[in-house]
Each structure stands twice: as C-alpha cells, then as structure tokens.
C-alpha cells in the first residue's frame, strides 16, 4: 500500500474525534504528504488537526473533496502506533478516532518546543547602588553562561525579586536559547552486583532486547530484587539507543521508583501521569515523538505515546487492576502493552509477585516465557504470615484491632521498628445508620452507602464526589443525635491506635490523604527516616515499596474483598494480602503479618497463610476452567445507561432481543448492575459469554450495530471486563 502521497492524489485522515472514521482530503500543489504525517485539514467551518491514515478512496465526489491545509513540522507517528490505534480500536469495540484521541493528547506539542528566557551582564551594572546579594548575583551571572533566571537565583543564593530588580535597573538583559534536552540516562554506569538467580534473569533480558517481539514474565518474590533486574534490561536498551517505556499503577505515587531509576542511571526519568501540568506533558509528549527523551514512566495512557524508536516495554506489577481503564475507551494497558510490543516488534516484560491467572496461563501454554527470582535478595526472609480467627480472639467491644494484633504492636512497638496496619477502606466508617429508625444515609445519585470522612467532617460518596455534613437528626424519622458510625475506615483505626499508643508517631495513608507526587514523597521520607512509628494505609502503601524498618503487618480486614461474587474476588485477594504481606521484613530484621479473618479455613486465607501461591492458583484456575470464565472463556458487558430509568430499560430489553445468535455465544441479562444508580444514570448490564477462541469483539459490534437506541441512552462496551458493578 502506498505510503507517499504526491499532489493530487486523495488521503484518507483519521480524526481525533469519537464518532469519525477516516475523512478522505487531496494534498495540494506544493505539498507532500506520507502515512503518519500529522496535518491540519478543514472540517465544516474549522480546522482540525489529524493524521494521513493511508490512500483516500472515491467515495467523495471530485468537486466536493477539501485540500490538506498544512503538514505540521513534527514526526510522523510510527507505522505500529497507527496499527496499535487500529488494533486498539477493533478490539475494544471504540470509534478509531477516539484511540488516536488518546495519542494526540497535547495538542500544543505540535508545536516547536519553546525557548527559555536567560540572562547576562547588562550595560549598567557598575552604575546602581550594589548590596552583596546583588554583587553575588553579577558574580554568578559572568560564571554561569547563560543562565535562567531560576539557575541564577539559586546559584547566587538570592530570591527572584532580586534579579527582577537588576533587570529593571538595566544591570542584567534578557535574552532565550532553545530549552536543553534532557540528560541521557548514564547506561554505561555499572549497576548493583547480581546474585546468581538476579544475573540469570537479567542476562536473559538482555538478550532479549534488539531481538524482536518476545514476551517475558518476570516472576520474582516480594523484595528479590525485580527491580534492579530490569534495569538491567532498560540499560541494554539505552546501549542500543532505543526508547524505554515502564509502565507502573499509580506513577503519582512512585517516589520510591523514580529515587532508585536515579540512583542507577544518574538522571530522573521522564514521568507520565495525569498531576503533570500541561506544561510537563507538553514537553514530554514532543521529546518522546523527537526522541531526545529516552526513559518514560508512566501510567496506562503512556502507552499511545508516539516513541521514536520505542526498544523495549516494561510493565510492573502487571497484575495490578488499575491498569484497566474504565472511562471513555475501556482498555487494559498491561493487555495492550503486549500488543504494541508485538505491532512494534520489542520485548515487554511483565513483573509481579503476583502474577495475574491470565499471565500464568500464557506462561503454561508456551505464549510467554518466564523468569524466576525465588529468593529475597541479601539473605532477607519472607514474613510469616498467620491468620487470626476472629471467631476465636474477638477484639473487645468498639475496638477493631484482636488480642493477638494488640500484643504484636505493642512489641514492635517497644522494639523500635515500624508497623503497617492495612485497611482498603478509605473514610472514618463506610455505612452510617440511625439507631432508633435503623435508616442508612445514602447518596442520592449513587446505588452507594454515604461514607464518613471525619477529618474532612463530612459524609462522601466514593462514586460521584457527592458530599454534605453529617446531619444532626436522621432524615427519615428526625431523632436527634441518632446516627451512628458501622465499620472502620482507615481514620477509624487510626483513632484506636492513637487511644492506645498515645506515644507512637502516626500516619494514615490513603488515596485522599495523599494528594499528589509530593505528598506521597514526603510520607515516603517520613517512614525511611524513622519519623513514623505506625502507618494506617489502604492499598496505595501495599504494593511496590520497600521500608527496611517495617517488621509488622497487620491486616484489619482478610475478608473484605472476598464478597461480592466478582469474578476475580479471590485472585485479587490474594494478590493484595500477599503483596501487602510482602512489604515486611524487608531487610534484616524477620516480619511477621497477621491477617484478621472471620474464615481462616477460606483457600485464600490458606494460601496467604502457607505462601503457596502456585497450589492456589492451580485451583482457581481449575475452578475457572470448569466454569468457561476468562482466561479460559471470554467475557464482554454492554452497560446501558439513561437518566430516565424506563428509557434504559427499553433499551436494556432490545438489547436482549437482538442478542448474538451463535452457539459459541451466550448472553446473559440484562440485569441492574449492583450500581444500579451512578451519577445520576439508571444502569442496566448484559453479560456476553464466549468461548475462548470466538470473536467477541466482532459479535459485539454486530450487536451494536443490529441494535437502533434512544440518544440520550449511553452504551459502554467493555471487552474483557474486571470491573462487575
Ligand atoms: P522487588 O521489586 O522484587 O520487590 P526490589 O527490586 O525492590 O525487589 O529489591 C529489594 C531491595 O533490595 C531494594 O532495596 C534493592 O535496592 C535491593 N537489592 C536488590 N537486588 C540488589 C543487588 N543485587 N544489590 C544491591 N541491592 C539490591
Ligand atoms: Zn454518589
């Protein structure tokens, strides 16, 4: 297929926008354009920006069609992202135009970076009255070539008013050079000495890089040294100067990551996350497409970055279920992230302790290689982990933490080292009820119980952002003083200890109470330097981190994930409790985890407790196998969903009818989702369930398009779905 257009010739462009195909455009006299060029072309009465797809075709009618206004002056996006876009597309059942809307996420990056605003010597600088930190500022500034004024001021040790004054008074001009490139990240720089297992595995990474599409599953206890092993592999590719992309659940919270990829390479890597500033994105995106940026971190839209010569794919904790975005186009990035390694011909690495049932699957079946650490590095010992049954060692009335788990704080407490007390629940308490009427406060626009936040002194709800005080009188029978907090939330334990231990130092660590990349930084800071005795946290503290001093674990809830019926309850279970278990006794010092659990006996309870992962696995895999459920059947949801509850059930029900008659097929529903209510919407689910080898996406969008909806009705189609509310 032709992939350089001369003038004349027609070219199909694919357009940002969720409900477009291609547009068909002609490239004009004095203009050439090639596959992956990035051009402005008139849409009605504007311009939009979009990307030459491949040759138009005739359906527009010769005087109708429009000329290409301009090719912008930045790399064209490769052949394997424009295939990844279509791929992406096909798969999840989403308008092409709304994948590439991911890719072209900063617009303003088309544009030539910019140029930074410097300062030298100026005409007057022996003519005003000098103070020493003006001397020292005229000092710095005949040192430093060049320098911003940022650069000045630090130098010469002064704040900037003081060089606004020297600017305004004439004795510093102002002049802009193009904004540096990055530093390269030192490859060359030895790394850590690898023990035997770490070396094997790093020297098969290694290898794999510059050898086209391979898939590697990097399958390494908790604390063996993942890390420092796939650097190995980042180095290899900078070596060969090629692009690293890493991909890590909440990047925002990676400070950690970002201090060791320092330490190792001698540079910061550039992060990819949504608290960047558009500033931030927008220089990132273009040095990505330029390929002056060598090492991207990010989160899962890092991957539609437009890498210049992308060499190999990194995905941590590939097991994480935040690598499933459930908004706009419903994607799993670990998922894709094999597809771009393949479309593009590198190696991805997939690491966990944990690895996903599906990863292991494919290991089992030959469509992915596996590499193991079995051992902690430096001789640190995996924790022992014992259940403690509620049922048997209750904690006294009003109190969250059991006997077992007082005594275990109150010695790590007296020995000096650090606990981590671990609840996936944000808030004060999840449910609030009346005493004398037994009412539950719950969100108006959410099929959801109304959480306290008592720092925040307020009732939220998780789903919506939905908040109000908490009332003084019930609003179903009005008995003053009636509302009482059920159930902990993190800052309800935090209360306990803190009643408790009014000596330890605490700090409670969740997704509300870290705010941002500094915040969790800080709390980071905090914990290795010893300036915290006890951490309460939900899930951003279980994965990831390592804290030499943390020596005791304890888990307030076993349980709480285990209801519900989702598909993957037990799984993620596990995945959590083990990876959160996996965060003491990191260093010298042997940890201990106790798991409060009102079912020691449950499979995931014995499998945490014993750490036999892989029997655990074996019979969930059984049970799945059995059942038809991924990754041994396919699964896809239709969620509909209206404001007017009947129009969704109308349109629920000719759904049902026009379900996909194949044998291979089933479908079930449609049923309220559990959330019956969000934001405002009425929501239905249809549940299709296919063997492993049916084209589901292809039975979907044949279903979509056998089925004529109401507008204001909104279909969401998830492939694939981890999600079941
Ligand atoms: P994982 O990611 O497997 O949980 P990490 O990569 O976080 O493990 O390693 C655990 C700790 O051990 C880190 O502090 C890391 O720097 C250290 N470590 C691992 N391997 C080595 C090595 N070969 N030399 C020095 N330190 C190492
Ligand atoms: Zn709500």
């Excluded at 700090?507 to 330097?529: C, F, K, M, Y």
């Excluded at 074996?618 to 129009?647: N, Y």
Aim: hydrophobic share 45%.
């Amino acid at each position: 297929m032709a992939d350089h257009f001369a003038p004349g010739e027609r070219i199909a462009v694919l357009l940002p926008l969720p409900l477009a195909g291609t547009y068909d455009y002609r490239v004009p006299d004095g203009m050439t354009a090639a596959a992956g060029d990035i051009v402005e072309a008139p849409l009605g009465s504007r311009v939009a920006t979009g990307v030459v797809w491949g040759p138009g075709a005739d359906s527009v009618a010769e005087m109708r069609i429009r000329d290409v206004i301009r090719v912008r002056d930045v790399p064209p996006l490769s052949g394997d992202l424009r295939r990844l876009v279509d791929w992406v597309a096909r798969y999840t059942v989403h308008p092409p135009g709304a994948v590439l809307r991911m890719v072209l996420s900063v617009p303003e990056a088309l544009d030539p970076e910019g140029h930074v605003t410097t300062l030298a010597p100026g005409e007057e600088s022996t003519a005003i009255r000098l103070t020493p930190a003006r001397r020292r500022v005229l000092a710095a500034v005949e040192r430093l070539r060049e320098p911003t004024a940022r650069e000045l001021a630090a130098e010469a040790g002064v704040g900037p008013s003081v060089i606004d004054g020297l600017v305004r008074a004439g004795a510093l001009r102002t002049g802009r050079r193009p904004a540096p490139p990055p530093p390269t990240p030192a490859w060359c720089r030895p790394g850590p000495a690898l023990s035997p297992d770490q070396s094997a595995a790093a020297e098969l990474l290694r290898r794999a890089v510059g050898g086209g599409f391979t898939a590697t599953v990097l399958d390494g206890v908790t604390g063996s040294g993942k890390t420092e092993v796939y650097f190995e592999g980042i180095a290899e590719a900078l070596r060969q100067g090629r692009q690293v992309l890493v991909l890590l659940p909440e990047i925002a919270l990676g400070a950690q990551w970002f201090q060791r990829f320092r330490e190792r390479f001698g540079v910061a890597p550039s992060p990819w996350h949504s608290d960047l500033t558009r500033a931030q994105r927008r220089r990132v995106w273009r040095r990505v497409a330029d390929g002056t940026v060598s090492v991207v971190v990010g989160a899962r839209s890092a991957l539609f970055l437009p890498f210049r010569a992308l060499g190999l794919i990194i995905v941590d904790e590939e097991h994480d279920p935040s690598f499933k975005q459930e908004e706009g186009v419903v994607y799993n990035a670990r998922d894709m992230a094999v597809v771009r390694a393949r479309l593009a011909a590198v190696p991805v690495v997939l690491v966990s302790a944990t690895p996903s049932l599906e990863t292991m699957v494919n290991v089992r079946q030959g469509r992915y290689r596996c590499v193991r650490l079995p051992e902690r590095y430096g001789g640190a010992r995996l924790p022992a982990v014992t259940a403690v049954d509620l049922r048997a060692d209750p904690p006294p009335r009003g109190s969250w933490l059991s006997p077992p788990l007082m005594e275990a704080l109150t010695a790590t407490l007296a020995g000096g080292t650090q606990a981590l007390l671990f609840l996936n629940r944000r808030g004060y308490a999840p449910l609030t009820v009346c005493r004398a009427c037994g009412h539950r406060l719950r969100c108006p626009n959410c099929t959801a119980w109304l959480v306290e936040h008592r720092a925040a002194v307020r009732l939220q709800c998780h789903h919506c952002g939905y908040h109000a005080p908490v009332p003084s009188h019930c609003p179903a029978c009005n008995a003053a003083d009636s509302l009482v907090a059920c159930g902990p939330g993190v800052e309800r334990i935090a209360t306990e200890v803190r009643a408790r231990f009014p000596e330890a130092r605490l700090a409670v660590a969740a997704s509300d109470t870290l705010t941002g990349p500094a915040a969790a930084a800080e709390l980071v800071r905090r914990i290795e330097q010893r300036e915290l005795d006890v951490i309460i946290g939900t899930q951003v503290l279980a994965k990831g981190y390592h804290f030499p001093l943390l020596t005791l674990v304890g888990v307030i809830d076993g349980d709480l994930g285990l209801s519900g019926g989702d598909l993957r309850a037990s799984e993620r279970t596990f995945q959590l409790l083990h990876q959160v278990a996996g965060r003491a006794g990191r260093a010298k010092g042997a940890g201990r985890v106790l798991v409060q659990t009102h079912m020691p006996e449950h499979p995931v309870m014995a499998a945490v407790t014993a750490a036999d992962r892989d029997r655990f696995l074996e019979a969930e895999a059984a049970s799945r196998q059995e059942a038809g459920m991924p990754p041994f059947g396919r699964l896809a949801a239709l969620i509909v969903s209206c404001r007017d509850e009947g129009a969704a059930d109308a349109a629920a029900a000719a759904f049902a009818r026009t379900a996909p008659d194949d044998p291979r097929v089933r479908v079930l529903g449609p049923a309220p989702a559990p959330l019956a209510l969000l934001r405002g919407r009425h929501r239905r689910r249809l549940l299709l369930i296919a063997d492993r080898g049916a084209d589901v996406s292809g039975a979907v969008r044949s279903w979509l398009t056998a089925t004529p909806v109401a507008r204001e009705v909104r279909i969401q189609v998830d492939i694939d779905p981890y999600s079941f509310l």
